[in-house]
């Protein structure tokens, strides 16, 4: 079975930046969509950042000037730079991503979260 570990969630000052992690390991065919989306609560969870295997990516609107997606498909690997941290971006922060598998189909894997905590 897939997994996905996330790494890198912590406190940053506002202003700050932070860097999130995303590894998948296990048994792998092939990786489509790589990304993070996040949840506070009262609020549904939320696209924040997504990546195409050619390096493709979506923002949402709030993080697109500040947030930067990328991935090492060697590695299997998504990461999130987060620059600018805002106390609205303090959030339970989730790795995704859509397997391809040997049949053609497609999956969907979620990590457990990782807080990010932004002070004023």
């Known amino acids: 079975q897939v997994q996905l570990v996330e790494s890198g969630g912590g406190l940053v000052r506002a202003g700050g930046s932070l860097t999130l992690s995303c590894a998948a390991s296990g048994s792998i065919f092939s990786i489509n969509v790589m990304g993070w989306f996040r949840q506070t609560p009262g609020k549904q969870r939320e696209l924040v950042a997504a990546i195409t295997r050619g390096g493709i990516p979506n923002y949402a609107d709030s993080v697109k000037d500040r947030y930067t997606i990328a991935r090492n498909n060697a590695k299997n690997t998504v990461y999130l730079q987060m620059n600018s941290r805002k106390p609205e971006d303090t959030a339970v922060y989730y790795c995704?991503?859509?397997?391809?598998?040997?049949?053609?189909?497609?999956?969907?894997?979620w990590g457990q979260g990782t807080l990010v905590t932004v002070s004023s």
């Open positions: 995704n991503t859509k397997l391809v598998q040997r049949n053609g189909g497609y999956l969907a894997v």
